[in-house]
């Protein structure tokens, strides 16, 4: 299997090469990213000396580039991940997410449309795995969840520029017949996350002493999904979800943001000790609320778990200890 993962430099796609690699030692693996802010090949050192793995910096904006890169590794498959996240940068400037969010998802989506329909023969039913976000999905109430048949309905130009590049691929599948498949995920939280998340940015505040910025009064809830099982889920629909669906991976795991930063201060002052007058929750600070700030996001994750056998394995407790110790040892050491 040649396989193309975009985005192999950022936090899931770093992970996810890393659990392909374990898993399946006779793929050849392609990392294309751009390395923006957010990427950090040192992810990778553990496998970047494998004949397995190869690492292009390449720009999907750049069509010439992408097409270079598709025509020379004539992959079997592309698992899409990058992508601009960060949904306060797109506020702040949104053109970039437009640029990379839907036109470098044009960009590998046509050039393998190109070579696989130029030269059927030589592959057999190649795959593209287009991975988003359940933002596309826009706020819940306090009850309900967000399904495969929930409209969408994206309130920050991040999350619009998400379910563009979502129809995008969608329509390649009904117009071509292209073999597609698309997740959206709930929010992730692991290693190798960028410090401009939450998790990180409480960590990261709170161990320099300063404060803890909690959005409004930190009402929001959010569904948390460790690292690893959405990557067993890529995995999993990659290689055997029906052409044409959307699989919604989740944690079941709700938090509101105020509950999960002090649990995170908790854990700081039994990982490190106790800070700022015994306790780092002492540092959390209320700020202005983010504009067009979603309420509550959760998904109903049946579809992967009934047609494809997925499970949640996460531990909570556990996996936020170990995501707390990685990122204390990276800001301390740094």
């Not at 975009?6 to 796609?13: H, L, N, S, V």
């Not at 910096?57 to 996240?85: C, M, W, Y």
């Not at 509101?256 to 990982?271: A, F, G, P, T």
Request: with cysteine; net charge negative; hydrophobic share 35%.
């Amino acid at each position: 299997m040649k396989l193309i993962v975009t985005g192999g430099a950022g936090f899931i796609g770093s992970n996810m090469i890393i659990h392909l690699l374990e898993k399946y030692p006779n793929y050849q693996i392609v990392n294309i990213d751009k390395l923006t802010y957010a990427s950090n090949l040192h992810y990778l050192d553990d496998v970047k000396d494998l004949n397995s793995y190869t690492f292009s910096k390449t720009d999907l904006v750049d069509r010439n580039a992408v097409r270079q890169v598709v025509r020379r590794f004539r992959p079997d498959g592309v698992i899409h991940l990058a992508a601009e996240s960060h949904v306060d940068n797109s506020i702040k400037g949104p053109e970039p997410f437009v640029m990379s969010n839907l036109v470098g998802t044009f960009n590998i989506l046509e050039e393998c449309r190109q070579l696989w329909e130029e030269e059927a023969d030589a592959f057999d039913n190649p795959r593209f795995h287009h991975v988003s976000t359940d933002e596309v999905y826009g706020s819940l109430g306090s009850e309900g969840y967000f399904t495969e048949k929930t409209p969408y309905a994206p309130n920050s130009p991040y999350s619009a520029t998400k379910a563009g590049s979502d129809f995008l691929v969608r329509a390649y599948h009904h117009t071509y017949g292209m073999n597609v498949v698309t997740t959206n995920c709930s929010n992730n939280y692991g290693p190798h996350q960028h410090e401009e998340k939450l998790i990180p940015t409480v960590i990261r505040t709170a161990l320099n002493h300063k404060p803890i910025p909690v959005y409004g009064k930190g009402e929001n809830i959010r569904d948390w999904l460790f690292v690893r099982d959405h990557c067993n889920a890529i995995d999993l629909v990659f290689r055997n979800g029906k052409a044409g669906e959307t699989y919604n991976i989740g944690g079941h795991n709700e938090w509101k943001n105020i509950d999960l930063v002090r649990e995170i201060c908790s854990l700081l002052n039994e990982i490190v000790g106790k800070g700022p007058s015994n306790d780092y929750a002492n540092l959390i600070t209320f700020v202005a609320d983010r504009l067009g700030h979603d309420k509550r996001y959760a998904i109903d994750a049946s579809k992967i778990e009934n047609e494809l056998g997925w499970r949640n394995t996460q531990d909570f407790e556990a996996d936020l200890r170990q995501t707390v110790e990685w990122y204390v040892k990276k800001f301390r050491f740094d």
